[in-house]
């Protein structure tokens, strides 16, 4: 019986002790306490070779994803009025045969963008955040029946806008990398 008290005892000590600090849920953003509203104009396309709606499609998947995890943060496309702005830029996008049929024809490529992302608070003109090197990879695989081929370029790229876009807002309401002035 003494047992059980002792670690009856002991386990209400640990609680009381600070390991209940251990789990903090996420409740608001990384973003500073005055940012209410984030810009998020179109993203800019410096990549050789057009791709159809590439940035279109990286802006609104971050978009989307801010409205989605963001906590109560507005989303505007544009600067008037907002708080702090995502600010982007594809610096590269290719894609190469990664593997062959008994043909020779590359039947599934691999994707790979090269962003630049810049967070910054409109109101004291300060960056909290910015990586010129987000890279991200998907592949995707062409049909080997020629009568169901369809390009799917395009669904490879949606799936790295989503990506690539959990990844910033990620950033966003994590707090992961934003630099604290207070040091």
């Known amino acids: ?44 396309f410096e990549a050789r070779g057009a791709r159809y709606r590439v940035e279109s499609r990286f802006t609104e998947a971050v978009t989307r994803e801010i409205i989605r995890r963001g906590n109560g943060l507005k989303v505007q496309g544009t600067l008037t009025g907002a708080d702090a702005v995502v600010e982007g830029t594809i610096r590269d996008f290719s894609f190469s045969g990664v593997l062959l049929d008994r043909e020779g024809r590359a039947r599934v490529y691999e994707v790979t963008i090269v962003s630049a992302v810049t967070i910054r608070d409109l109101g004291n003109n300060k960056i909290l955040y910015d990586n010129q090197n987000f890279i991200f990879r998907d592949s995707f695989e062409f049909s080997q029946d020629p009568r169901s081929f369809f390009n799917e370029e395009d669904p490879a790229v949606e799936r790295m806008a989503r990506s690539f876009a959990e990844s910033v807002v990620s950033t966003i309401v994590n707090g992961l990398g934003v630099r604290d002035e207070k040091k």
């Open 1 to 44: 019986m003494k047992f059980v008290r002792f670690i009856a005892i002991f386990a209400a000590f640990l609680l009381v002790s600070g390991f209940t600090e251990c789990y903090k849920p996420v409740t608001n953003s990384g973003l500073p306490n005055n940012i209410k509203t984030v810009a998020v104009p179109a993203f800019q």
